[in-house]
Nanobody
Framework: VQLVESGGGLVQAGDSLGLSCAWSGGTFISYVMGWFRKAPGKEREFVAA????????YYSDSVKGRFTISRDEDKNTMYLRMNSLKPDDTAVYYC?????????????????WGQGTQVAVSS
């Protein structure tokens, strides 16, 4: 299974940005897919997740109301729409996939990871 992120970049505070995660090499029937991020000097943290069976979504408190996770199974792609970006959102963003349908905010439970894409938000 391969996950490839795209869409990162440098934006100003208040701007919007969209990330994509394309997957290949597996049949994603019963998975949870998620976005994590890691800022310099900080631990990797959960951002959002989506259950491939029901489409149910989950968000961290820090992004709830600003970010939207979605997926297109026909295109084998997951998305993260980020609105009202803040400098604190600056990080490398990773997409990940977890076997099974039980959602988790723990990165240890995710089996597959992308290489990451940088998002930088200037003030």
């Amino acid at each position: 299974v391969q996950l490839v992120e795209s869409g990162g970049g440098l934006v100003q505070a208040g701007d919007s940005l969209g990330l994509s995660c394309a997957w290949s090499g597996g049949t994603f029937i019963s998975y949870v897919m998620g976005w994590f991020r890691k800022a310099p000097g900080k631990e990797r943290e959960f951002v959002a997740a989506i259950r491939t069976t029901s489409g149910a979504t989950y968000y961290s408190d820090s992004v709830k109301g600003r970010f939207t996770i979605s997926r297109d199974e026909d295109k084998n792609t997951m998305y993260l729409r980020m609105n009202s970006l803040k400098p604190d959102d600056t990080a490398v963003y990773y997409c990940a996939a977890k076997l099974g349908d039980y959602p988790s905010q723990s990165s240890d439970e995710y089996n597959y990871w992308g290489q990451g894409t940088q998002v930088a938000v200037s003030s």
